[in-house]
C-alpha cells in the first residue's frame, strides 16, 4: 500500500510538472522562499542570544 501511494504521488506530481510548469515552479519558489524566511529569522535568533 505505502509503496501505490509512494508512485501515486510521484505520478501526481510530475503530472503536475508537465501540465501546469509555471504553477509547479512558483510552489517550489515560495517553498525555497519558506525556507529562507525560516533560516533568517533561526541566524537572527541565535546570533541575539550572544
Same mark, same amino acid.
Given at each position: 500500500?505505502?509503496?501505490?501511494?509512494?508512485? $501515486?504521488? @510521484?505520478?501526481l &506530481?510530475?503530472?503536475?510538472? !508537465?501540465t501546469?510548469?509555471?504553477?509547479?515552479? $512558483?510552489? @517550489?519558489?515560495? &517553498?525555497?522562499?519558506?525556507? !529562507?524566511?525560516?533560516?533568517?529569522?533561526?541566524?537572527?535568533f @541565535?546570533?541575539? &542570544?550572544?
Amino acid at each position: 500500500m505505502k509503496k501505490f501511494l509512494k508512485w $501515486g504521488a @510521484v505520478a501526481l &506530481l510530475v503530472f503536475f510538472v !508537465v501540465t501546469q510548469p509555471a504553477d509547479a515552479a $512558483g510552489v @517550489v519558489r515560495s &517553498l525555497g522562499n519558506g525556507l !529562507v524566511n525560516i533560516a533568517s529569522g533561526m541566524s537572527a535568533f @541565535v546570533t541575539n &542570544l550572544a
